[in-house]
């Protein structure tokens, strides 16, 4: 196998902030909820507790920070806060991070508000960064714990490369190809891109008028919901031993274990994660939006031209 070909993910956190607020206070729990700023002029007089107008609210606990709930607004001067996180609940019904809070809860009533924390006069977003870090650091023992080393890159507070090019390659020496290829298809449910299921997959968050916009591509349109893996991806993992090129055994060994990865973020913070996972950085970016929540995609080294025009069609320029 030549030293040259490699296998990097994109592990993309499904709509963090909510997780968070959401492992903060579990009541949260499959509800339509939705993140918003906070309101800068809330505390105009700068009274006791405010700086430059905000007041300070700590993470804990969230339910002091909750703007509305169950059809009562509960802290009016966040109620018309931008939003920056909308919870997937939240998108089947028509919410967008393009709305204001009260725009979102006369779309979805049964919309649960949370205003981000707030210290010093702006907001503190540590709670944030501190469980970006958690899921950094599983991420980094799964992968690393595979052989080799594995190389991760921050991207922002939620998003994340891997290099699992060295563990693959050693998970590769210990097992068949078939074995793991089965394990990314049946354990973790790794789909495959190819030119139909890109445009198919960008075309589902079309705006009205049939334009794509460049969040069609990437994460957040509501058309995206948990798929099972369709035929073609099913028959390219089925595939015997003797049948797979060398940089395909080594992208499928690299989908097993960021599926392995995803999976122990799950169990240890209850948080989901989606995945891309190819030849590089930037074909992983590619790849990673097209199936979500919680699932992964793997691009074949056959697909990239296709995925590449499908990627230049939806965002031009």
């Known amino acids: 196998m030549a030293q040259r070909e490699r296998v990097v993910a994109l592990i993309d956190l499904d709509c963090f902030y909510c997780a968070c607020e959401r492992h903060l206070e579990p009541s949260l729990a499959g509800v ?7 309101n800068p002029f809330e505390n105009s007089g700068g009274g006791a507790g405010g700086v430059g107008g905000v007041i300070s609210r700590p993470p804990q606990p969230a339910a002091a920070r909750v703007v509305a709930r169950d059809g009562r607004i509960l802290l ?3 109620a018309n806060g931008s ?5 997937y609940e939240a998108r089947a019904r028509g919410v967008t991070r393009f709305f204001r809070g009260r725009e979102a809860l006369a779309a979805c009533p049964e919309l649960v508000l949370v205003q981000v924390p707030t210290a010093h006069g ?6 944030y960064r501190e469980y970006g870090a958690r899921v950094l ?7 690393g714990g595979c052989g080799g080393r594995a190389v991760l890159e921050k991207a922002s507070v939620d998003e994340m490369y891997v290099d699992v ?3 693959a390659r050693a998970v590769l020496a210990g097992a068949p190809v078939g074995l793991l290829a089965r394990e990314a298809a049946e354990e973790h449910g790794t789909h495959v891109a190819g030119a139909t299921e890109a445009a198919d997959e960008a075309g589902r968050g079309a705006q009205p008028g049939g334009v794509l916009a460049r969040s069609s591509f990437r994460a957040g349109h509501a058309g995206q919901r948990e798929r099972e893996i369709g035929a073609a991806s099913a028959a390219w993992w089925a595939r015997p031993d003797g049948a797979w090129a060398p940089e395909e055994g080594l992208l499928a060994a690299g989908a097993a274990i960021v599926g392995r990865a995803r999976a122990a973020v799950t169990a240890e913070l209850g948080f989901t994660c989606s995945a891309g996972v190819a030849a590089n950085k930037l074909l992983a970016k590619l790849c990673g939006g097209l199936h979500k929540p919680d699932q992964q995609t793997l ?3 056959r697909a990239v031209q296709a995925l590449q025009l ?4 939806v965002c031009p320029g």
Do not use: H, N, R
């Open 299 to 301: 691009l074949a080294p």
């Open 122 to 127: 702006k907001s503190d977003m540590g709670i």
């Open 165 to 167: 090019t060295e563990p």
């Open 83 to 87: 939003i920056i996180a909308v919870s």
């Open 32 to 38: 339509p909820i939705a993140v918003v700023q906070y």
């Open 137 to 143: 650091k599983i991420v980094a023992s799964v992968c």
């Open 76 to 78: 009016p001067s966040g």
């Open 310 to 313: 499908v990627a230049s069609a």
